[in-house]
């Protein structure tokens, strides 16, 4: 029996504590709060997963040392703001060779540093890879079928992720591309705060369909020139990802999107999703890595200039359309 420690108790940590402890595998949650953790352990259930009854025979600690001695793989689950702090906590209990599967999406603000990264600077004894893509913890823990792609440094950890996570409704893909992988699970977020926005104003499917289209364009641009490969875009973590947070009301950047489009401050906005916003913290840091790089991302640096400088959504979706006129492409050479 494969023994695993999931490090972190909110939505997406629970949900896949939940698909591990049904392939038959032996699950410990950590989380460093303690009210959830006895929340969790007594009721069996978590609040934003109201369809989700965990078994009882799922150990629930506060604990990280438990959490965390003698399993074959950990999954790190805390919001990207948490990652660093955390990753330093686990330092006194990590193994030499640990593999830890990171399932958060970010860029840390500070360093400009992929939450991969973030995690090999705190421990670097431990063999770091990510899981993600279009997989919402609401449906996940339905049952729902989803798909996502684990990256990792060696085929042999891909593989062994992949025969981790599979089941007949979690399909898991493998990839060499983490550095890819994260970049498009990072700012895709933001891209969802703008479309998010768009609705909020009552715009319509044609503007959401250039949000997304426009929106893995700057993505890809972007992670090519940090390194990523381009077929990483235009799969689950990128393309796929984007989709399903742009579109989607389970998604936390949307719904905050929304309110910001309706009038909303930022802080008001996350107050009322009552959840942690990932774009709002990647939206810098995806506008200053596409500064380091050169890289034109307009819809970024608007959503940057909605959040942080108070700037009417609808002037700032006025002036992405009133840019001055060029090619969809670059690529395609004209016959005359």
């Not at 890879?129 to 997989?135: E, F, I, K, R, W």
């Not at 289209?213 to 490969?229: D, S, V």
């Not at 909303?264 to 913290?281: L, P, R, T």
Request: glycine content about 10%.
């Amino acid at each position: 029996m494969t023994k695993v420690g999931i490090i972190g108790a909110g939505s997406w940590g629970i949900a896949l504590a939940s698909l591990l402890y049904h392939q038959g595998n032996e699950v410990v949650v950590w989380s460093a709060v303690g009210e959830e953790i006895e929340a969790l352990d007594q009721t069996r259930r978590l609040r934003t997963l109201p369809d989700l009854m965990l078994p009882e025979s799922m150990l629930f600690t506060k604990d990280l040392e438990q959490a965390m001695a003698g399993k074959d793989f950990l999954v790190m689950s805390v919001p990207s703001i948490y990652v660093r702090q955390t990753a330093a906590r686990m330092r006194a209990f990590c193994k030499r060779g640990q593999l830890l599967v990171n399932v958060a999406k970010g860029i840390e603000d500070s360093t400009l540093m992929t939450l991969s990264s973030v995690i090999g600077q705190e421990l670097p004894m431990a063999d770091v890879a990510v899981l993600s893509g279009p997989s919402h913890a609401e449906e996940v823990s339905r049952g729902l079928p989803t798909t996502c792609v684990a990256g990792a440094k060696s085929r042999k950890v891909a593989e062994y992720i992949q025969e981790q996570f599979m089941s007949p409704v979690f399909r898991v893909y493998t990839s060499p591309d983490i550095l890819g992988i994260e970049v498009g699970g990072a700012l895709k977020n933001v891209i969802a705060l703008a479309a998010g926005i768009a609705d909020g104003l009552g715009y319509g499917d044609n503007t959401k369909a250039a949000l997304i289209t426009r929106g893995i364009y700057e993505i890809t641009r972007l992670g090519l020139a940090m390194g990523g490969r381009p077929s990483t875009f235009s799969g689950l973590s990128g393309i796929g990802d984007l989709i399903v947070t742009c579109a989607s009301m389970h998604s936390r950047n949307r719904q905050a999107g929304i309110l910001i489009g309706r009038g909303y401050s930022m802080q008001a906005a996350m107050d009322e999703v009552k959840m942690v916003v990932e774009g709002v913290y990647s939206a810098k840091a995806g506008l200053a890595l596409a500064e380091k790089y050169h890289v034109p991302v307009p819809i970024i640096r608007e959503v940057n200039r909605v959040l942080f400088e108070g700037k009417e959504p609808k002037t700032a979706v006025n002036d992405l359309m009133l840019r001055h006129k060029t090619e969809e492409s670059t690529e395609a050479d004209w016959d005359h």
